[in-house]
């Protein structure tokens, strides 16, 4: 019954390899949220999608792009994966509709790339 | 853009005594500023937010004060415990249409028994 879950947890890469991490939410909310955290721990926003639509599009390098099959997932696939992505991913969720922001993490997805 | 800025960015204090964290905000449109807690290799969870018509709130242990006029807002931990241990973050964001939720940089707090 998690409410944010994340899929892998861990995920070790080489450059180049292109790969993607899932993120699923069963808390009904209509936004979804990526955020990047480095190893300084800073935590910075990539996407957000409401009810399926990319609402917030940070300076992000195109090589990542999000994707979302309903307001319950949302998943992100980075190509030509670099050094400098080797942060933690975080997926979180909110409802927005009803005034709440409170945002819901998930557990994270520990990227190391080599 | 909303510019947050969050100190001090390491505090260590004993257990029973209080700490305080600070951030500042830039944007005068915001109105909402929750913290967060983040265990060591766990996942932020909100712990107190506050909303602009309120001017401090408590649970428990921790209480929020938010100055809109000098656009700074304050957590408030007293009677610490080892458990409090974890990186705190402070963010800020506006209620008008879809904005995106700006996080300080910051605090690790380590509280020593």
């Known amino acids: 019954d998690t409410a944010v879950s994340q899929t892998p947890k861990y995920l070790v890469t080489q450059m180049g390899n292109d790969k993607s991490i899932k993120c699923e939410q069963n808390l009904g909310h209509d936004t979804m949220y990526w955020y990047k955290q480095d190893s300084k721990k800073f935590l910075k926003i990539m996407f957000s999608?409401?009810?399926?639509?990319?609402?917030i599009n940070e300076t992000v390098p195109n090589r990542f792009s999000p994707k979302s099959p309903d307001k319950a997932h949302l998943n992100l696939h980075i190509n030509s994966l670099e050094l400098g992505d080797s942060a933690v991913y975080f997926c979180a969720s909110s409802q927005e509709a009803a005034g709440g922001h409170e945002q819901y993490f998930g557990p994270g997805t520990r990227l190391t790339v080599t | 853009g909303e510019n947050v800025e969050q100190h001090p960015s390491t505090l260590s204090v004993q257990e029973g005594d209080s700490a305080v964290i600070k951030c500042t905000y830039s944007?005068?449109?915001?109105?909402?500023f929750p913290w967060y807690k983040q265990e060591l290799g766990k996942r932020p969870q909100l712990i107190i937010d506050?909303?602009?018509?309120?001017g401090e709130k408590k649970d428990q242990r921790i209480a929020v004060t938010l100055n809109k006029t000098a656009k700074h807002f304050s957590l408030h931990i007293t009677e610490t415990q080892p458990e409090d241990s974890a990186v705190y973050f402070c963010?800020?964001?506006?209620?008008?249409?879809?904005?995106?939720?700006?996080f300080g940089t910051g605090t690790r707090l380590l509280v020593s028994p």
């Open positions: 999608y409401n009810n399926k639509e990319l609402i």
């Open positions: 963010a800020a964001k506006a209620n008008t249409g879809f904005q995106k939720l700006v």
């Open positions: 944007d005068s449109a915001s109105n909402y």
């Open positions: 506050i909303r602009s018509n309120v």
